[in-house]
């Protein structure tokens, strides 16, 4: 936390390889129940080779005192509150946290908020009259870090995770007349107390406080329970102005949770766009193809997840924010099933079917979890499914972005095979280049990467190629290509599996109006009218009248690249 000091100067740090997280931390400093992110915490802590434990006792700042009212305001002026913060470090030069390189070795911090009621109120269960609960977390992209022979360290990320949303925190160490400022890169987690906050503030503060979309925009203004609450009015002062459930209520409150339109409420308050699925009415939408393309543009999506009532348990909903994905190149599944004539819902490859799961934050459950994609899809209707499925999708967008990708991709598809055909009736001559060629020989194994994108972004990455022949894009064609772009758009990337996957490359590029639906834009000429600029291997579509030019690139480039986001990440 930003700017939030200690009380007192910290106790020297914890060597933590001495210590066993499970009996002497966590057992100490969790009170109450489901001590779960705390164990992720941990467990993350360990797989990254954690060495140092720093401890706070924090004081009263502003955020914090924020806090403390709306539980005290709910809960009576007697429930007591504190918050301590909890520091990990991969290392410490002589065990202190002052030394000038311990501001790279940072790995996590944690702030714990504690409450106790008085001991009338629960005068016979501990569990019930203190409660703890993780008030905001920041923890590094999750990677080995290897000390080197000669002292450095040597940051091994874990092969194929895409962490699309994450960001730069800044927190600090010590008292006003003794501190020190850190730097931690990685992504911000935060939980509900189940009594001025629910899991909705909670995967809202995770979707914005992380995507470096908005935190551009917002001027790093960080979204907090306190602030969401503001907006939506709740005040935790009567029944119809609160949130959550509490034991000693006279009267119960109006609402446990958010409402979807809740949500979207304070999205548009904080300027961002939301771009909603309903799985539930719509079962055939693919939750997975729909929250990918958002991703690649460093978009969270708020995910709902549902279980009907089974014998005497009640219904059970609950939302989960997707902050990134992992990618098994090497799946069998996508090229097989078209291979062996399977069934399939479209005569394409999506990069989302070889998306293995989404990289996703739970409040009850610990940040960088995993959820396999294969149990987001409905095997049989929802409304007789009994386990937790997909209910609905809320996508975090800029309020400009208002198309959606899915169907982007197919109008993408259905233009590039007209273009080919007309392409193959008139200019013969571009079946003797390879990979024209080989895109018109294999169009049932086209592969397509969405995502959006601004002109500048684009710009950049057409004047930074070069095909395999060495071939770049001129200043004048470049100029053409700059004078047909809109400031926002949607680019489908057109690749075949094998050079997408080894070469981390592409064949073309489809350029799609940023409001694109099969309802702005109808049937053959909407498709056509929507497509801004496209190019193939030899041939480039550009302008309003649609205009054919030959194309520099003949082979393949790179795709391109969030520009929000840096590609440490190890790939295969």
């Not at 850190?182 to 939980?191: E, M």
């Not at 601004?454 to 071939?471: F, I, P, S, V």
């Not at 309802?519 to 497509?531: D, P, S």
């Amino acid at each position: 936390m930003n700017g939030t000091l200690a009380k007192n100067v910290p106790a020297p740090p914890i060597d933590v390889t001495q210590i066993s997280f499970f009996s002497d931390f966590i057992i100490p400093v969790w009170k109450g129940v489901n001590p779960q992110t705390l164990h992720r915490v941990c467990t993350l802590m360990r797989k990254m080779d954690a060495k140092w434990l720093v401890e706070e006792e924090l004081e009263e700042s502003l955020e914090l005192a924020n806090e403390f009212e709306a539980i005290k305001t709910r809960c009576g002026r007697n429930t007591q509150c504190e918050a301590k913060r909890y520091s990990f470090f991969s290392d410490l030069p002589n065990g202190d946290w002052h030394h000038r390189d311990a501001r790279k070795q940072m790995l996590a911090y944690v702030v714990l908020v504690t409450f106790k009621f008085p001991e009338e109120h629960f005068p016979t269960n501990i569990n019930q009259r203190v409660r703890t609960y993780m008030y905001e977390a920041v923890a590094v992209l999750p990677a080995r870090h290897i000390k080197e022979a000669d002292g450095k360290i040597t940051d091994i990320p874990i092969t194929n995770y895409y962490h699309h949303c994450y960001n730069k925190f800044k927190t600090v160490i010590g008292t006003k007349k003794d501190c020190v400022k850190f730097d931690i890169i990685g992504t911000f987690f935060t939980q509900q107390n189940a009594l001025t906050s629910v899991c909705a503030h909670a995967c809202i503060q995770m979707a914005v406080n992380n995507s470096p979309v908005f935190v551009r925009k917002r001027r790093k203004k960080k979204v907090t329970s306190e602030r969401i609450n503001k907006i939506l009015g709740i005040n935790h002062q009567t029944p119809d102005k609160r949130i959550g459930e509490f034991e000693l209520d006279s009267e119960p409150t109006k609402t446990k949770g958010l409402t979807s339109k809740q949500l979207e409420r304070v999205a548009k308050k904080l300027g961002i766009g939301v771009l909603k699925a309903d799985f539930l009415s719509d079962p055939g939408v693919d939750a997975a193809k729909w929250i990918y393309p958002y991703l690649e543009s460093c978009c969270p999506t708020i995910l709902g997840i549902q279980r009907p009532p089974i014998g005497t348990t009640k219904w059970f909903s609950h939302v989960v924010t997707v902050l990134g994905h992992t990618m098994n190149t090497d799946c069998w599944g996508p090229e097989a099933k078209s291979g062996y004539r399977q069934l399939t819902s479209s005569n394409y490859h999506s990069t989302s079917d070889w998306v293995d799961h989404f990289l996703i934050a739970d409040d009850n459950f610990g940040m960088y979890r995993t959820l396999p994609t294969n149990e987001l899809h409905h095997i049989i209707l929802p409304q007789f499914n009994a386990n937790l499925h997909p209910s609905m999708a809320m996508s975090f967008v800029p309020k400009e972005v208002t198309g959606r990708p899915i169907e982007v991709e197919y109008a993408a598809v259905f233009f590039v095979r007209r273009l080919m055909k007309y392409l193959e009736d008139n200019f013969p001559v571009l079946g003797q280049l390879r990979w024209f060629n080989r895109i018109s020989q294999t169009k049932n194994e086209m592969t397509c990467r969405t995502f959006w994108s601004t002109a500048d972004c684009y710009m950049e990455h057409l004047r930074t190629q070069e095909d395999k022949e060495g071939n770049k894009v001129g200043q004048d064609m470049l100029k053409k290509v700059k004078k047909s772009l809109p400031e926002l758009f949607w680019v489908t990337e057109i690749s075949l599996s094998d050079i997408l996957w080894g070469n981390k490359s592409k064949l073309g590029d489809i350029l799609i109006c940023i409001d694109f639906t099969y309802e702005n834009y109808t049937g053959l000429k909407g498709i056509f009218k929507a497509v801004k600029f496209s190019w193939l291997p030899g041939v480039a579509r550009i302008g309003k009248q649609g205009r054919l030019y030959s194309w520099p690139f003949i082979g393949y480039i790179s795709i391109q690249r969030p520009a929000f986001v840096s590609y440490s990440q190890s790939e295969w």
